[in-house]
């Protein structure tokens, strides 16, 4: 089972990980997405969430994705929400720029 991570712990791997933001409760990233690359984004992070048996939160508003990741069984962040986190930063044949946007690797 995951273990929850203490707040230093949490703080430490948001320096690793653009755009996020967060506590020892939940971390969050908001992006810019048209419909077409939201959707694509899902369908690569579902082969990895598949896989992590662990899934983020996410709400669509407009043109805005919002990523939540909190491991509710523990009541806050675990090493499965960061390495989620890092998944969502960069999914299997894209990555999801600072600048929020997600450029497929085709568009690169």
Do not use: F
Not at 58 to 63: L, M, N, S, T, Y
């Amino acid at each position: 089972m995951p273990t929850r991570l203490s707040a230093e712990l949490v703080t430490d791997a948001l320096t690793r990980l653009t755009g996020w933001e967060g506590g020892s409760d939940r971390i969050s990233r908001t992006v810019v997405l048209t419909d077409d690359q939201d959707r694509q984004v899902r369908e690569l992070l579902a082969v990895t969430t598949a896989a992590m048996n662990h899934d983020p939160e996410v709400e669509r508003d407009g043109d805005k994705t919002t990523y939540v990741c909190t491991t509710h069984s523990e009541s806050g962040v675990t090493e499965l929400d960061i390495a989620l986190a890092s998944r969502i930063n960069s999914p299997p044949g894209g990555r999801i720029r600072s600048a929020s946007t997600w450029r497929p690797s085709a568009m690169r």
